[in-house]
């Protein structure tokens, strides 16, 4: 069955408080924090092991140490986080006497800070969060600062919790949206190709099913994706075959940014939906599964999307008077050939994906209602089947 999109006539935009744009401005983070942390001076940063091994939160650490801040670091996060991991965060930050909260590094990181500067403020059970809008009271000042150019974790009010042993659910909630964020290109220098692959290819997810979302697209939604796909489809690919071109990082991170603006106002859809049990039967990174599942969503919704798709093609394709369909097609083709051209594996068996797993995929996808319903089309367990299928 073929959803018709409607625009609507009102609608609410919503964002964090403030964005620093600055190439080596984690350097100086002590400085950048007067607001929102001011006089608090006890801070929990979240990040992962590996970033704290490589040493690239050590200028930012040394930045808030200079500027009279004690932080405590907490550093096992993991991609897809279960709830335990949050957990333990919340449990070191409540007894260090947490007065403010930090993420520093991908999605997995600030997803984490942004529950954790919620639960630590609120006696409200983690179970009660999962949905929309279930969170009560305030959380305590927030801080993000991406390591990657994908997720758009940074802008946005979702945070992902591998829930279980392969389910993952979400918290929407207006108290997840930072105080701060930092974009500080700088600091996805050292990205290897395969994840600036994958994390750009996963920024571009975003941009699209916002453009295309049944769900409160609106003008605002529109202009930010339509940028965004700008930027990401001009850059990804000097960003794969040059990690330390700082044009392209610095347009890649603020692609993913403005990405992350759109699809948290106008959300996303089934490609997240597919995407959701690769992740939590095979633990793959998620802008990985979102790339995988791309190219058979987009055409799979061509249907009913080609007249959103032909105008995006007159942003990364360039303006045609060809009629729609085909310029639909264009942008369609164009968008698998910058993700041939990033390196980013293409098929599911080539990322260890068994083939009679798709049925147990599929059943699971239908679980994720939550985006499903703002996908253009309507996805039966059929037709996610056979998504996965021509993925495979």
Same mark, same amino acid.
Request: glycine fraction near 8%.
């Given at each position: 069955?073929i959803?018709?999109?409607q625009q609507?006539?009102?609608f609410?935009?919503?964002?964090?408080?403030?964005?620093?744009?600055?190439?080596g401005?984690?350097?100086?983070?002590?400085?950048?924090?007067a607001?929102?942390?001011?006089?608090?001076r006890?801070?929990?940063?979240?990040t992962?092991?590996?970033l704290r091994?490589?040493c690239?939160?050590d200028?930012a650490l040394?930045?808030l140490?200079?500027a009279g801040?004690e932080v405590?670091?907490f550093?096992?996060?993991?991609a897809d986080p279960p709830?335990?991991?949050l957990?333990a965060?919340?449990?070191?930050?409540?007894g260090?006497?947490?007065?403010?909260?930090?993420?520093?590094g991908?999605g997995?990181?600030?997803?984490v800070?942004?529950?954790?500067a919620?639960?630590l403020c609120?006696?409200?059970?983690?179970?009660?969060?999962y949905?929309i809008?279930k969170a009560?009271?305030?959380r305590l000042p927030l801080?993000q600062?991406p390591?990657?150019?994908?997720?758009?974790?940074e802008v946005t009010?979702?945070t992902?919790?591998?829930?279980g042993?392969t389910?993952k659910?979400?918290?929407?909630s207006?108290?997840l949206?930072?105080d701060?964020?930092?974009?500080d290109?700088e600091?996805?220098?050292?990205?290897?190709r395969?994840h600036t692959a994958?994390?750009?290819?996963?920024?571009?997810v975003?941009?699209?099913?916002?453009?295309t979302s049944r769900?409160r697209k609106?003008?605002?939604s529109?202009?930010?994706?339509?940028?965004?796909l700008?930027?990401?489809?001009?850059?990804?690919?000097a960003?794969?075959e040059?990690?330390a071109d700082?044009?392209?990082r610095e347009?890649?991170?603020?692609g993913?940014?403005y990405?992350g603006? &759109?699809f948290s106002n106008?959300? #996303?859809?089934? %490609?997240?939906a =597919?995407a959701?049990?690769l *992740?939590?039967?095979y633990?793959l990174?998620?802008g990985l599964?979102?790339a995988?599942m791309?190219?058979?969503?987009?055409?799979?919704n061509?249907?009913a999307?080609a007249p959103?798709?032909?105008?995006l093609?007159d942003?990364v394709?360039g303006?045609?008077s060809?009629?729609t369909? &085909?310029?639909a097609?264009a942008? #369609?083709?164009h %968008?698998q050939? =910058?993700?041939?051209r990033s *390196?980013?594996?293409?098929?599911?068996r080539?990322?260890?994906?068994?083939?009679e797993s798709?049925?147990?995929l599929?059943?699971d996808a239908m679980k994720?209602?939550?985006?499903?319903?703002?996908?253009p089309?309507?996805v039966?367990?059929?037709d996610a089947?056979r998504?996965?299928?021509?993925?495979?």
């Amino acid at each position: 069955m073929i959803m018709t999109q409607q625009q609507p006539m009102t609608f609410i935009f919503q964002t964090p408080g403030k964005l620093i744009v600055e190439w080596g401005g984690a350097a100086r983070l002590g400085e950048r924090v007067a607001y929102p942390f001011g006089d608090l001076r006890r801070l929990l940063m979240v990040t992962d092991k590996a970033l704290r091994d490589a040493c690239i939160a050590d200028p930012a650490l040394a930045s808030l140490s200079a500027a009279g801040f004690e932080v405590l670091v907490f550093d096992a996060v993991v991609a897809d986080p279960p709830e335990a991991v949050l957990r333990a965060c919340v449990e070191l930050g409540r007894g260090f006497g947490a007065q403010g909260v930090i993420g520093f590094g991908g999605g997995s990181s600030m997803d984490v800070a942004k529950l954790a500067a919620l639960l630590l403020c609120t006696d409200q059970p983690l179970d009660g969060l999962y949905g929309i809008d279930k969170a009560k009271g305030d959380r305590l000042p927030l801080v993000q600062v991406p390591t990657t150019a994908g997720t758009g974790s940074e802008v946005t009010n979702i945070t992902i919790l591998t829930t279980g042993g392969t389910t993952k659910m979400g918290v929407v909630s207006r108290q997840l949206y930072a105080d701060l964020v930092l974009l500080d290109a700088e600091l996805t220098v050292g990205l290897p190709r395969i994840h600036t692959a994958a994390t750009g290819i996963d920024a571009m997810v975003h941009a699209i099913e916002a453009y295309t979302s049944r769900s409160r697209k609106n003008p605002l939604s529109d202009l930010f994706a339509r940028e965004a796909l700008r930027l990401l489809s001009a850059h990804l690919v000097a960003a794969c075959e040059d990690g330390a071109d700082r044009t392209a990082r610095e347009a890649m991170l603020l692609g993913a940014c403005y990405a992350g603006q &759109a699809f948290s106002n106008s959300p #996303v859809a089934a %490609v997240h939906a =597919l995407a959701y049990p690769l *992740g939590g039967h095979y633990h793959l990174p998620h802008g990985l599964t979102n790339a995988l599942m791309l190219g058979p969503v987009l055409r799979f919704n061509m249907r009913a999307a080609a007249p959103l798709y032909a105008e995006l093609a007159d942003v990364v394709v360039g303006a045609s008077s060809a009629e729609t369909t &085909a310029r639909a097609a264009a942008f #369609v083709d164009h %968008v698998q050939d =910058l993700m041939n051209r990033s *390196g980013a594996p293409r098929r599911l068996r080539d990322v260890g994906v068994p083939e009679e797993s798709l049925p147990v995929l599929a059943a699971d996808a239908m679980k994720q209602t939550r985006l499903l319903t703002n996908n253009p089309v309507e996805v039966t367990e059929a037709d996610a089947l056979r998504l996965y299928q021509e993925a495979f």
